[in-house]
């Protein structure tokens, strides 16, 4: 499935007016990395998993859409999802990854979500602020509307775990006070209350409705007849997790659970016989059986989500979590993608795709800089460490290590004939004051400059060092002459810096006052500023044509430079951009989150021109996926749109003035 629909942009002739700036989500290609932990589930037609909120394609395991943390489940028709964490319940269009419902409870947090089996209902365990052990609730809303239906009293300490069976009018919880409960939701009574061993831990409906299995906190996990509650099979695993998954096959035969460490077992529920196993986790937090009941899916504490052919108990792929990226770059091809985060990895990505090419170690701490060669030979890594590396790309060999930064390399650039680096490093008490030049031949110390770095970069001539010391300040490569500051206060940070193409201008995002600077180069005065972005500007990457730029925070924001204009702004699939990168051709970008995801987009499509030429009007447009189709409307709240001549793959499109009434969009096609 594509990620996300392709952009398009509205405009009208008679007023050369754009109308439609921004979709809220980037033209997605691909995202890659993240295992997460938390009850997992396949979708109902066992195409897609999901667990923490977050969706992988089945068997490959790709990462396809992210949501918000927490619980989450499939709605039946699984055209839906539903996540509950802190004290929100979402309900979410799987399609688009669309908020259709927020549902909000006071004083208490969520634990756990259930959907009845029709859909119509969800429900929801809580834990009482006031402690672990104090009464809680179960909440229970129509899904249509969010209307609350009921709240649920009986236990006294927090409901662990849910679920629904096939009578969409039972519903049973476990909790920590060693109960189990079954309710009748129509009237909200209880009509049974079993004892546990231990804190509940998981709970599960067999598919028939005649059986629960409840997990407790004491490793027993106990199978009960819900006709009258009656004990059928009991068994206790050696491990020493809290919490015990539980999941019955979609036939009811088998039961797969948390086993003796390190395993999962799968249980024959006729005699209690463990009758296949596989390898688990640290702490298995979700299992689940695919719906025809082939495949087994396992999640935990370590952030790894497997899949697993029942037959023959194959690894048939698997998902394990990255920390956050806080390094982005692309080759000058455009055909690879560097990235490294707190994991201390590189990892080399082919950008068409996000499949993995290599992994390069070595560094002893985080990866907080990349950068290739401008010919592509080289890639240079800063870590946390405090050293820089030089690999060479043709087989990734590491040519050189240097001990560059004492306290962390905290940025780094290679100048554009490649002779020379630039690092900088972090602040602190007893670390290296200085940003410094190397040779890249021999990794010799060529120029030492005053103060510390929070980023570098070379002019387009390579004749000027941009280094944000607090202060913006601009150096002569040749002999280290500060040529001039174009920002003087101390108290400044600035975690990027960009030249346009045509060296005439130095663009600075401000981490802290969430504000864009441009600057000129020639007298260093103030041209513009960017302002507007809430929570902060973390990185910044100029568009290779220098006519527009990202900047990237809590959300994605796409300016135009020559007048200032906001063209997009991007706050679904976003999380907090740590790093962000434009492709060399410009066409696409590429950015790192906080949550180890890293994300592969079309560039933002936007109406660059609309020129009069004779009796007729060009329209120029940028970004998009090279394939286009004009439309027209002549009332936009019909919503109707009729193709207005051939799918075009140029930039530009041409309207003849005696033909040009109504409205006008832009679509970017996908691929045929």
């Not at 998993?49 to 992210?66: I, K, Q, Y």
């Not at 539980?246 to 797969?256: I, Q, R, Y």
């Not at 290679?414 to 031949?441: E, H, I, M």
């Not at 500007?537 to 959300?555: C, I, K, Q, T």
């Amino acid at each position: 499935m594509n990620l996300h629909a392709p952009s398009a942009v509205i405009f009208s002739l008679a007023f050369s007016l754009k109308l439609a700036l921004a979709q809220g989500t980037p033209d997605l290609r691909w995202m890659v990395s993240g295992g997460r932990s938390g009850n997992i589930t396949f979708s109902p037609d066992g195409k897609y998993l999901l667990c923490d909120g977050a969706v992988w394609s089945v068997p490959e395991l790709r990462l396809v859409r992210t949501l918000s943390y927490g619980s989450s489940e499939w709605f039946p028709d699984g055209t839906r999802i539903a996540t509950a964490a802190g004290n929100e319940v979402h309900i979410w269009r799987f399609a688009d990854g669309q908020l259709l419902l927020r549902l909000t409870i006071t004083n208490d947090s969520l634990t756990d979500i259930a959907l009845s089996t029709d859909g119509s209902v969800v429900a929801a365990g809580t834990i009482n602020d006031e402690g672990w052990d104090e009464p809680a609730v179960v909440k229970v809303w129509r899904a249509s509307d969010g209307a609350l239906l009921r709240t649920l009293v009986g236990h006294d300490g927090h409901v662990k775990a849910l679920a629904f069976g096939p009578d969409t009018n039972l519903l049973v919880s476990v909790s920590r006070d060693r109960t189990l409960i079954l309710w009748r939701l129509n009237t909200g009574e209880i009509l049974r209350r079993i004892g546990l061993s231990d804190g509940g831990s998981s709970v599960a409906f067999s598919p028939d409705g005649s059986k629960i299995v409840a997990a407790a906190e004491n490793r027993y996990i106990n199978v009960f007849r819900t006709s009258d509650g009656s004990l059928l099979l009991s068994f206790r695993v050696n491990n020493s997790n809290e919490t015990y998954p539980v999941a019955f096959s979609p036939d009811g035969a088998l039961l797969a659970s948390d086993g003796d460490y390190p395993w999962l077992h799968i249980w024959r529920l006729s005699d209690g016989a463990i009758v296949s196993r596989v390898y688990g986790h640290d702490e298995t937090t979700g299992i689940a059986f695919s719906p025809d009941g082939k495949l087994l899916a396992s999640s935990g504490e370590d952030a790894v989500i497997r899949l697993w052919e029942l037959s023959t108990t194959n690894l048939l792929a698997e998902a394990s979590a990255r920390s956050a990226t806080l390094a982005t770059t692309f080759s000058p091809d455009g055909t690879l993608l560097a990235i490294g985060g707190y994991d201390w990895n590189i990892y080399v990505l082919r950008s068409t795709n996000g499949v993995v090419l290599q992994k390069l170690t070595g560094h002893d701490y985080w990866i907080t800089a990349l950068a290739f060669s401008p010919d592509g030979a080289l890639l240079a890594s800063g870590g946390g460490d405090g050293r820089y590396k030089i690999w060479r790309v043709s087989d990734w060999s590491l040519l050189r290590t240097v001990d560059a930064e004492r306290g962390g390399v905290q940025c780094l650039a290679f100048s554009p004939d490649g002779a020379l680096l630039a690092t900088g490093g972090s602040s602190g008490p007893n670390l290296d004051p200085n940003t410094k030049l190397w040779r890249v031949a021999d990794g010799s110390n060529v120029l030492t400059l005053p103060g510390i770095s929070s980023a570098v970069n070379f002019s387009p001539d390579g004749t000027l060092l941009a280094a944000a010391q607090g202060s913006v300040n601009l150096w002569n490569v040749q002999d280290g002459a500060l040529s001039r500051k174009v920002t003087t206060s101390p108290f400044d940070f600035y975690g990027s810096l960009a030249f346009t193409p045509d060296g005439l201008s130095l663009l600075g995002a401000g981490r802290y006052d969430a504000v864009v600077r441009q600057w000129r180069i020639s007298d260093g005065q103030l041209q513009q500023t960017f302002a507007g972005h809430n929570g902060g500007v973390s990185s910044l990457s100029m568009a290779p044509d220098g006519r527009s730029f990202l900047a990237g925070g809590y959300y994605l924001w796409f300016w135009r430079i020559a007048d200032g204009t906001l063209l997009h702004k991007m706050d679904q699939e976003i999380s907090l951009i740590s790093s962000l990168a434009f492709s060399p051709s410009g066409n696409s970008f590429a950015y790192g989150r906080d949550d180890g995801v890293t994300c592969f987009a079309r560039a933002p499509l936007w109406i660059a021109s609309i020129e009069i030429a004779g009796g007729d009007k060009i329209i120029r447009w940028q970004g998009g996926s090279g394939r286009y189709q004009l439309e027209r409307a002549t009332n936009l709240l019909t919503g109707y749109w009729a193709d207005f001549g051939n799918v075009v793959t140029g930039y530009n499109s041409t309207i003849s003035l005696t033909n040009s009434t109504g409205f006008f969009r832009i679509q970017s096609l996908d691929d045929p």
